[in-house]
């Protein structure tokens, strides 16, 4: 669960903006930070490829895909990212792009790029040697701090969904200058961000 500490430093900024902003991350209230759902960088960077410009439905969609497909090769997903399985992989929904992003990601790792020694970077050195590999921008190495690292500062300027909350809260458009009042908890007013958005989506 969030520190209560920190939860309150967010009220207190929040109010110094935008009562709709305050009133918004008060509706959220404390939320559970989840510990990372892989057990590596190369897993975790898999799915944000897969996931990039999709909605969530349509990239689970084809995640389930291409797990069916890897169950029936008695392989792990992962032991699809080479060449040889192109076909199957777009077969399941995998664009031609994001399948040689696949495979530069397990090439990137086979190389020793992806090793835990990541986590102890700073996310601007993390994210430079990440956007290095084939189909890896500067979103996908956001979602992988914030998710994958938990690094809690973070403000992920690419990421439309956040932008347009935090914008259509506040009525300010430089959202980055915004989250700066934050510092250093920019990923977690990330995380409010889209909780707000799911929240009101849940109840339309």
């Known amino acids: 669960m969030l520190d209560a500490a920190i939860y309150d430093r967010l009220l207190g900024t929040a109010a110094a903006i935008s009562e709709p902003l305050r009133s918004a991350i008060a509706a959220v209230g404390l939320i559970e930070i989840a510990p990372p759902a892989h057990a590596s960088i190369a897993e975790r960077l898999f799915v944000e490829v897969v996931n990039q410009q999709l909605s969530t439905k349509a990239a689970l969609s084809i995640w389930t895909r291409v797990e069916a497909a890897a169950a029936l090769h008695e392989v792990a997903p992962r032991d699809l990212f080479v060449p040889g399985y192109e076909s199957l992989l777009r077969d399941c929904g995998v664009s031609a792009n994001k399948v040689r992003a696949l495979q530069a990601i397990r090439e990137a790792e086979s190389a020793g790029l992806l090793s835990a020694d990541l986590a102890d970077l700073p996310h601007a050195e993390r994210s430079a040697i990440l956007c290095r590999i084939r189909g890896v921008g500067p979103w996908t190495a956001d979602m992988v701090g914030i998710f994958h690292f938990l690094d809690p500062d973070i403000w992920p300027l690419g990421d439309v969904a956040a932008v347009g909350v935090l914008r259509r809260l506040t009525g300010i458009d430089d959202t980055e200058a915004v989250a700066a009042g934050f510092a250093p908890y920019r ?18």
């Open 187 to 204: 990923s977690i007013l990330a995380r409010y961000m889209w909780r707000s958005r799911d929240t009101a989506s849940a109840a339309a």
